[in-house]
């Protein structure tokens, strides 16, 4: 680890390479990198972020990267002045080129990069709602890294990549993809997955215990300071387990102690899909909402967020003054339309929470129209793609509603 230490975000101590917590407290690790000052690499990408990413090589063909830009119709409908906007999706006359369409690809990249660096080359283990999923299979796709994944029913639809070659479906080589069709919801494909990585050969990735993850989502931070030239005073996000509001937050305060982009933390405005809605309700102190089985976007409901864990969700609100939004399905089928004819781009369910947040802190004040708002658009461009590229849809090898026979049919394949 020359680039830098990891270290628990509780004491300061080191812990080895592979830590996913700090062993005293359960703490979130992080990483202290060599490079209190950043300079973009003339690489592809994401990897033009490399001083503060926790790998040594790029992964080349994975290429997606944030991009900020000011908005116009977006900024004119709110009677904001200075609204600026990460797009992490499939929009190339901007400039976005993320060939899944969400900014899991900023997450997938560097932790495929950290885990083919270790000596053991473990197959990773991945439980997701669907986007992330997308983001793995890509890029294990391309680089042909063992990969499970273990996916909602309801969610496969969403499982598709962008590569020509390498995909696998049923009844394919273990080796590169493997999907694993759960019969339950995001939670029941964690705790199946949870089985399976504690197994020999197999490792978890981590989710926002992964420093890779983090600091991968983290780079949304970093291009829009060097966009602005400064740090922005607001982040608005729509988040699941909150793991995107640590990261901006960790951003921020690298950039902080780079020196040359302010020496303030954005105030994260982080926003949940009500009912299912964890977060906010914790935050606010509200009685939760039975949990629906419907909501606007599921990818958006983890029952178990990383809340109160040394350097998690809370942490990260409280030091930067944050809000958490409630947001009811028809507040963000609303804030969707608003969106895409105001910018002209469609985008995905989960980020239209974030922009029905945004409305909401326009209309009661809490930001001002001259203040420096950035705005994450963790998902667009699906329409956009399809009219250029070929979506290959992956098709599940095996469906379980219990974690045996998946334990079975997998260490069967081996």
């Excluded at 400064?230 to 305060?253: C, D, K, M, N």
């Excluded at 409280?318 to 809000?323: L, R, Y």
Aim: proline share 6%; glycine share 10%; charged share 20%.
């Amino acid at each position: 680890m020359g680039k830098y230490l990891l270290r628990s975000v509780s004491d300061g101590s080191v812990q080895p390479a592979n830590s996913l917590s700090c062993p005293h407290d359960n703490s979130l690790l992080r990483a202290d990198y060599q490079a209190r000052q950043i300079e973009l690499k003339r690489l592809p990408g994401i990897w033009r972020f490399m001083d503060w990413l926790p790998v040594d090589g790029i992964i080349a063909k994975a290429e997606g990267a944030p991009v900020t830009y000011r908005s116009r119709g977006l900024a004119r409908e709110l009677g904001l002045e200075n609204l600026y906007i990460s797009f992490n999706g499939y929009w190339p006359e901007r400039g976005a080129k993320m060939p899944t369409c969400s900014f899991k690809d900023l997450e997938a990249a560097p932790t495929m990069q950290r885990l083919m660096e270790r000596d053991d080359h473990p197959t990773l283990v991945v439980a997701s709602a669907g986007n992330t999923a997308r983001a793995f299979a890509q890029v294990a796709s391309l680089t042909s890294q063992p990969l499970i994944l273990f996916v909602p029913e309801k969610a496969l639809a969403r499982m598709w990549t962008t590569v020509q070659s390498g995909i696998v479906s049923s009844g394919a080589d273990f080796g590169q993809v493997t999907l694993v069709a759960v019969q339950g919801d995001y939670y029941d494909a964690i705790q199946i997955a949870e089985k399976v990585q504690s197994r020999p050969g197999f490792v978890p990735e981590g989710g926002a215990r992964n420093i890779a993850r983090r600091d991968g989502m983290g780079t949304v931070m970093l291009d829009a300071a060097i966009a602005l030239g400064r740090i922005p005073e607001h982040y608005f996000q729509a988040v699941g387990s909150g793991t995107g509001g640590i990261s901006a937050w960790e951003a921020a305060l690298r950039l902080n102690r780079d020196g040359r982009f302010g020496h303030h933390l954005p105030r994260l405005h982080l926003a949940q899909n009500i009912p299912n809605a964890p977060i906010y309700y914790a935050w606010t102190g509200k009685e939760p909402q039975p949990i629906e089985n419907d909501m606007f976007d599921d990818v958006l409901f983890n029952r178990k967020p990383p809340y109160a864990i040394p350097g998690g969700v809370k942490d990260a609100l409280q030091q930067t003054g944050g809000e958490v939004y409630g947001i009811t399905d028809g507040q963000a089928e609303e804030a969707k339309k608003l969106f895409e004819s105001s910018e002209e781009i469609d985008i995905l369910n989960a980020p239209a929470i974030a922009v029905a947040a945004l409305q909401q802190a326009a209309r009661a004040g809490t930001v001002q129209p001259k203040d420096i708002i950035l705005l994450n658009i963790t998902g667009g461009g699906v329409a956009r793609i399809k009219e250029e590229l070929y979506l290959n849809m992956l098709k599940p090898n095996i469906s379980v509603s219990h974690w045996e026979p998946a334990v079975q049919f997998l260490e069967g394949k081996k």
